[in-house]
């Protein structure tokens, strides 16, 4: 793409994230933080765009213009789907946007883009029951299979335990520390595997993994989560839905690895391992404060969720060179179907 069709197409999802107006100002400033954050590109200019959205001085038309091939069109749209399911059901006001954007460009309904609509909100609908799968460990090229976890113990991050709880407090659970720790690893490998992949629904599907993380730990002591709690507790932590997708979606663009599926995988893995660590260390950080936190009653303050969550993701962020030929071995035995079949649990 040149930098004119990226610059079109981040400005459409940004477009396509205040698309239903109700963004909370804790989300709008996630969203400023991720322009900022992309700001690498002069070219690009984000922050710019970012403003130019804000302020409403862009229209929707003259951005859809500045993509003429279908291959844009159809990578953008994609985007803004997955921008708008990445909180969940799309609203009255975001199905409007990207119906205005399927008459501009031609794309019919909902229902001739591909399938792509339709799966995008199948994985925004994803149960919170289903099972987590198991990583590949790196050497290895077989089916994903819990036996193919690693069997070194799992790494535990101190800044998780210094969080304030008594023994009168502490809840018992169904897995042991140990096992825990495996399961929380576990998790946050999957998702730097996926964050590793070209496709926009594999970007989607980081997101309804973390909730399921959160939702099995909470089991594990006994609460039975909804999703509405789920966001908050995410909230809390400083990790918002929406801004959580465009970042990713975000860096692949930028990179030249966001495409269809099949394409720019072998070439691009090596060009986002830097960047893979995002998942991982976010996955891995949401992973123990949230053990902690239903750990011990739910009794933690906003404060000291959001100071323990950046500690957690430093450590995380440091183990990330350890477990990347992990990422990469899964990665490569991973495509959109199998990504699909498993948030949707089968």
């Not at 023994?167 to 690893?185: F, N, T, V, W």
């Amino acid at each position: 793409m040149t930098a004119e069709e990226i610059r079109a197409t981040l400005t459409l999802c940004l477009m396509a994230s205040y698309a239903d107006g109700e963004k909370h100002d804790r989300e709008r400033e996630q969203i400023r933080e991720v322009a900022q954050g992309l700001a690498g590109d002069a070219q690009i200019n984000l922050p710019g765009l970012y403003q130019d959205v804000l302020l409403r001085r862009l229209q929707l038309p003259e951005v859809l213009g500045r993509l003429a091939s279908p291959e844009s069109r159809q990578l953008a749209y994609e985007m803004a789907v997955c921008v708008c399911e990445a909180d969940g059901h799309t609203s009255a006001k975001e199905d409007a946007f990207l119906a205005q954007v399927r008459q501009a460009w031609g794309l019919g309904g909902a229902h001739t883009t591909g399938g792509f609509d339709a799966e995008a909100q199948a994985v925004a609908d994803a149960p919170l029951q289903a099972p987590l799968q198991a990583p590949l460990q790196a050497p290895l090229q077989t089916p994903l299979d819990a036996s193919t976890a690693p069997a070194t113990p799992a790494p535990h991050p101190a800044a998780a335990d210094a969080l304030p709880t008594t023994a009168a407090q502490r809840r018992p659970g169904s897995l042991p520390p140990a096992e825990m720790d495996r399961k929380i690893l576990q998790a946050s490998i999957m998702n730097g595997a996926i964050e590793l992949l070209p496709e926009n629904l594999s970007t989607l599907a980081i997101i309804p993994l973390q909730m399921r993380l959160v939702y099995q730990i909470g089991q594990s002591y006994g609460y039975e989560l909804d999703r509405g709690h789920i966001k908050d507790f995410l909230a809390t932590l400083g990790v918002g839905l929406t801004s959580q997708y465009l970042e990713q979606a975000g860096r692949k663009l930028l990179s030249g690895l966001l495409g269809k599926a099949g394409k720019g995988l072998l070439g691009g893995l090596g060009r986002q391992a830097v960047s893979s660590g995002m998942s991982f260390a976010a996955t891995y950080a949401l992973g123990h404060v949230a053990n902690q936190y239903y750990a011990g009653g739910r009794t933690l303050s906003t404060d000291m969720l959001k100071d323990a969550y950046q500690h957690v993701m430093q450590d995380g962020q440091q183990l990330q060179a350890r477990y990347l030929p992990q990422m990469q071995a899964t990665a490569r035995q991973l495509d959109t179907a199998k990504i699909l079949s498993m948030v949707r649990g089968g």
